[in-house]
């Protein structure tokens, strides 16, 4: 190799460094001395991907390709990091850990309700659900509690919502489930309670106990 060829090598060579150091310098002060000095690796990531990037472009021949490879360089260092993807859930991961991880709000529970049991002989009540059975047979639910059934109970004109009075009464068997209605119409009816407190009611009346008392 002659001398002319020794000075064009250097002078190539210079013109790399220079170019080198003046692309880093635009795109990062840290980017620069770190590729000036080639100690990309002591770099975190993402400038150390960064400087790599920058040394591959200045080891291209071609200007026009160098030049385009370099600004494609700096647009990338200058672009903002990319925000942690949310955790994915695996297969066989425990759901609550999904909902954990996702930020998803526990379900709202219902509101924890006073256990059934049987009711004063004599109390004020709402009624809060009606159903028209068999035989013109009516059953009342009141409170959301208590439950009742008797036969002509239409005459009393019950209607949901409405505030009955309720009272127990005597029973020559003593079975304590005859009682009272008397609603704003004035119009008593006799009724039989159900005893939905109880566990050894029929399965028919715990159907209708879990029907008509939402709980």
């Known amino acids: 190799m002659d001398e002319h060829d020794n000075l064009g090598c250097a002078i190539l060579q210079w013109c790399r460094a220079l170019g080198l150091f003046l692309a880093l ?29 920058v040394l591959d ?18 647009r990338q260092s200058e672009r903002p990091l990319a925000r942690p993807a949310q955790q994915v859930a695996t297969p066989g991961e425990p759901p609550a850990l999904v909902e954990e991880t996702l930020g998803t709000p526990p379900p709202r529970s219902r509101p924890q309700q006073a256990p059934l049991s049987p009711p004063p002989d004599r109390f004020h009540a709402e009624v809060t659900g009606i159903h028209q059975s068999i035989l013109d047979r009516q059953v009342i639910a009141l409170d959301n509690r208590y439950l009742f059934e ?66």
């Open 57 to 74: 472009c200045m080891a291209i021949d071609d200007a026009d390709v160098r030049r385009v490879c370099l600004e494609e360089a700096k």
């Open 25 to 53: 310098a635009v795109a990062s002060p840290v980017l620069a001395d770190a590729a000036s000095e080639n100690r990309c690796d002591e770099l975190a990531e993402p400038q150390r991907a960064h400087c790599e990037k």
């Open 150 to 215: 008797g036969e002509h109970a239409r005459r009393a004109r019950l209607k949901q919502g409405q505030e009955v009075e309720v009272r127990r009464m005597k029973s020559r068997f003593g079975s304590g489930r005859n009682w009272r209605i008397t609603g704003p119409a004035r119009s008593p009816v006799e009724v039989l309670r159900i005893r939905c407190e109880r566990d050894d009611i029929g399965s028919d009346d715990r159907r209708r106990c879990e029907r008509m008392l939402d709980r």
